[in-house]
């Protein structure tokens, strides 16, 4: 369609630039992750952000928030029904299947990072394309890898320097136990259903374990005092939970119990678990009161059904999911420095002709030896070039002029101190590699 108005574009609703100036903390993050992966024995996976819709229909649960109303299901041109991914965990039981990793040595430790893509009301800390952090180890039932998760995840968060986690963990049973409690939890809130909210009158009818996941303020004392699964284990899920437990006791994780966290999601099985931000702020008019919140930074458990719903033999498994966004969120409020690893080392500086020949020269060499160099050609001023390299908190600067240039020295100033000295142009890389190390 010819058009026939200028036209100014934005980024789609819920989603954003990462500009340069941001990427440290993204960079950061990428590195701890590739550290905690190597140290815990986790190999990278990256799956296509795009999957079979069906895939997530099957494992997520027709009657979640993800399914009902946050997935971007589109049709392909060859009319295949794909959806941009919600979440990770869904390919990883895919792949594993399709990829035969049952054959492997079992359990299989996976970790993954990249975008997911939701269709949410965006607000602060909740976009339509946020990323994710991931852990998974599958192929094993064992409760120390539900603590291994656990560990790995704060692992994470520390290395990150974040503080103030709170752990909160719980169990929701397999099959069998669940079947029993849902009949307890609806003959509780039967007599109750007037008092609650709209989507939970919903909930006990399509789904009653998400009862307990409800945020609104009127349905909370009712669910303070539904009957708590944690108390309605099977015998097998309950010594699996108290081994998880004593797992992170001996780990020295600390944890509080939350009987009513159920997790939005089907596909899990026995444990669950969220990391929150605990964070204190003032609130109110004249009269300020500190009131307690809680971020939610990312969560996980166990999904000993999973891998069966995608089509392999029943493999037990158990994994975690951080956001990013949040993680980075966190970070600043927490003020954690991050170094900049986009700062140059050296900045040059040229002027003249001939001074810039030898620059443009000696730019490849700097950087081939490995040195993170930045210019400004484009200016023949020394006084604003040294602005500039100021501006970018280059460390040294080497300036070349018309008399450097036919003396055959470099002037390597220190941008801190402003010290000078000349070096021989054919030892300079040496040299600002030794200066630069000190
Ligand atoms: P979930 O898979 O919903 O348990 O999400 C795990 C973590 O991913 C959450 O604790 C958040 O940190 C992050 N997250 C989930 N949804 C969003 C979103 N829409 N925007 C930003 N971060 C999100």
């Not at 992750?33 to 895939?55: C, Q, W």
């Not at 998760?149 to 692992?155: G, H, R, S, W, Y």
């Not at 719903?309 to 975690?320: E, I, L, N, Y």
């Amino acid at each position: 369609m010819a058009r026939t108005k200028k036209q100014s574009f934005q980024t789609p609703k819920g989603t954003f630039d990462i500009l340069p100036s941001e990427q440290k903390y993204w960079e950061k993050v990428r590195e701890v992750f590739k550290n905690v992966s190597m140290h815990y024995g986790f190999g990278r996976i990256d799956t296509p952000i795009f999957e079979d819709a069906d895939l997530y229909e099957a494992t997520v649960g027709e009657t979640t928030d993800i399914i009902e109303r946050q997935m971007y299901v589109f049709k392909s041109k060859g009319k295949d029904t794909l959806a941009l991914r919600p979440e990770g965990t869904a390919s990883i039981a895919r792949s594993y299947v399709e990829n035969g990793m049952i054959n492997l040595s079992q359990p299989v430790k996976l970790s993954y990072i990249g975008p997911m893509f939701r269709y949410e009301q965006p607000q602060s800390g909740r976009y339509r394309q946020f990323h994710q952090v991931g852990f998974e180890i599958l192929g094993d039932q064992d409760p120390v890898y539900d603590a291994q998760i656990i560990n790995v995840f704060l692992k994470f968060c520390a290395q990150l320097g974040l503080k103030n986690l709170n752990v909160e963990v719980n169990s929701i049973g397999c099959k069998q136990c669940r079947a029993s409690y849902r009949t307890q939890l609806l003959r509780y809130y039967k007599p109750r259903l007037r008092g609650v909210c709209a989507d939970c009158k919903k909930r006990a009818k399509l789904n009653p374990l998400r009862l307990l996941d409800c945020k609104e303020e009127k349905c909370q004392p009712i669910k303070a005092n539904a009957p708590s699964l944690v108390d309605n284990l099977c015998k097998e899920c309950h010594d699996h939970f108290k081994l998880v437990l004593e797992f992170l006791d001996e780990l020295a994780v600390p944890y509080s119990l939350n009987p009513h966290m159920v997790r939005g999601l089907d596909y899990y099985t026995k444990t669950v678990f969220e990391v929150f931000l605990e964070d204190e702020h003032l609130e109110g008019g004249s009269e300020k009161t500190h009131k307690k919140s809680k971020l939610a930074i990312g969560g996980g458990g166990r999904f000993d059904d999973l891998i069966k719903m995608v089509g392999g033999k029943s493999t037990p498994a158990v994994g975690a999911a951080l956001g990013m966004e949040r993680v980075i969120g966190v970070m600043k409020k927490q003020g954690i420095k991050v170094s900049d690893h986009s700062k140059p080392q050296v900045f040059l500086v040229q002027v003249g002709d001939l001074g810039k020949k030898k620059c443009v020269k000696l730019f490849d060499e700097l950087s081939d030896a490995g040195l993170h160099v930045l210019e400004s050609f484009g200016r023949n001023s020394l006084s604003s070039q040294l602005r500039i390299a100021d501006k970018f908190g280059a460390k040294m600067a080497l300036i070349i002029g018309q008399k450097e240039a036919i003396d055959g020295d470099v002037i390597m100033r220190d941008m801190e101190s402003g010290a000078q000295e000349n070096i021989p142009i054919e030892k300079i890389v040496k040299t600002i590699k030794e200066r630069i190390k000190k």
